[in-house]
């Protein structure tokens, strides 16, 4: 008899290992920490606002590199450089996340840490001072990508921050003072929060950046990120 119990209650217990419609059970949170200290980790650095074929005149750079002193110069950071001369260059980093629901909504709780020279207070330039750079992050389902205009310049595909002011893909959460009135490197930290949807196939696209205000030269050496992915819940 109890041979005859047990297996009777077998197809309830495969019943039970499924879902009624043959999802998959995906996790309601994902996390990543990322440390530049040798590889990209996936990222993928780029730039726009700046005109087609000006790349060498804009010195822009991008790539793994020993952090400058007084910072420990044995590590490395991810870095990115730019010299802006319109009073408008935006520098983004990138990298796609898979495996999460389809058309759900996430809250990218990120902290981003990176090194920069520029002084808070005291100091003046053309367009605004140096630390006029501002950081924003974002979520999407489609791929940020740079194109082309109609003026021959180049533009993001999604609405990021411009300078002080959020986008619907992005919004600002600090600027890249480095909280001294002196030039100098120091290691910074910022955190926020953006929600974001995913696509069809359960991918969602992360983005961090600079949007810069500053006419001269901007480089930064960013040593982490970290983003922890929450599905947003309904009311």
């Known amino acids: 008899m109890k041979k005859l119990v047990f297996l009777l209650g077998l197809p309830f217990l495969f019943l039970s290992c499924n879902d009624d419609d043959g999802a998959p059970n995906l996790p309601p949170q994902m996390e990543l920490n990322d440390q530049f200290n040798g590889d990209k980790k996936?990222?993928?650095?780029?730039?726009?606002?700046?005109?087609?074929?000006?790349?060498?005149?804009?010195?822009?750079?991008e790539g793994i590199g020993n952090l400058p002193a007084p910072l420990d110069t044995q590590k490395k950071?991810?870095?990115?450089?730019?010299?802006?001369?319109?009073?408008?260059?935006?520098?983004?980093?990138?990298?796609?996340?898979?495996?999460?629901?389809?058309?759900?909504?996430?809250?990218?709780?990120?902290?981003?840490?990176?090194?920069?020279?520029?002084?808070?207070?005291?100091?003046?330039?053309?367009?605004?001072?140096?630390?006029?750079?501002?950081?924003?992050?974002?979520?999407?389902?489609?791929?940020?990508?740079?194109?082309?205009?109609?003026?021959d310049h180049y533009r993001m595909n999604i609405d990021k921050i411009q300078q002080k002011n959020d986008g619907k893909d992005m919004k600002v959460i600090g600027d890249i003072g480095n909280g001294t009135d002196k030039v100098g490197y120091k290691l910074l930290t910022k955190t926020g929060e953006f929600k974001g949807k995913t696509d069809a196939s359960g991918n969602l696209w992360l983005i961090f950046g600079t949007d810069s205000g500053f006419?001269?030269?901007?480089?930064?050496?960013?040593?982490?990120?970290?983003?922890?992915?929450?599905?947003?819940?309904?009311k």
């Open 77 to 151: 950071g991810f870095r990115i450089s730019g010299n802006n001369h319109s009073d408008d260059l935006f520098m983004y980093f990138k990298k796609k996340m898979t495996g999460l629901k389809p058309n759900q909504e996430y809250n990218a709780a990120f902290t981003l840490e990176f090194a920069s020279d520029a002084p808070s207070e005291g100091w003046a330039g053309a367009g605004g001072a140096p630390n006029a750079v501002s950081v924003g992050i974002g979520a999407v389902g489609t791929e940020p990508k740079t194109t082309v205009d109609n003026l």
């Open 215 to 234: 006419e001269a030269t901007t480089t930064l050496y960013y040593t982490s990120v970290k983003v922890k992915l929450t599905e947003a819940t309904t």
């Open 42 to 61: 996936g990222w993928t650095a780029g730039f726009s606002d700046y005109p087609v074929k000006m790349e060498s005149d804009w010195k822009l750079e």
